[in-house]
């Protein structure tokens, strides 16, 4: 399984960006994908995740309310909109994959760099 990642940039406090993960390869073999995020200095933190078949979704606190994951099926991708963005939010952002048989995410994408200024 490969994973790109795109969509990141800089935005100002308040504004949006939606992050992009397509999935190539054997994506038959995906059971989650999520999307972390790795502040300097500070250790990778999950945001979001969501089931391969859309069905469940999950975020962390600090993004609730404000972020959305979806699954677009025909692509092969996940998306994560990001509204109301805070200049807390600054990372690099990294999709991942996971295995139904296993709870360690396995495949990593390259991560794409999202700032918000204040």
């Known amino acids: 399984v490969q994973l790109q990642a795109s969509g990141g940039g800089l935005v100002q406090a308040g504004g949006s960006l939606r992050l992009s993960c397509v999935a190539s390869g054997r994506t038959l073999s995906i059971y989650a994908v999520g999307w972390f995020r790795q502040a300097p200095g500070r250790e990778r933190e999950s945001v979001s995740g969501i089931t391969w078949n859309g069905g469940s979704t999950g975020y962390a606190d600090s993004v609730k309310g404000r972020f959305t994951i979806s699954k677009d099926s025909v692509k092969n991708t996940v998306h994560l909109q990001m509204n109301s963005l805070k200049p807390e939010d600054t990372a690099v952002y990294y999709c991942?994959?996971?295995?139904?048989?296993?709870?360690?995410?396995?495949?990593w994408g390259q991560g794409t760099q999202v700032t918000v200024s204040s």
């Open positions: 991942a994959a996971r295995r139904p048989e296993s709870a360690d995410y396995y495949y």
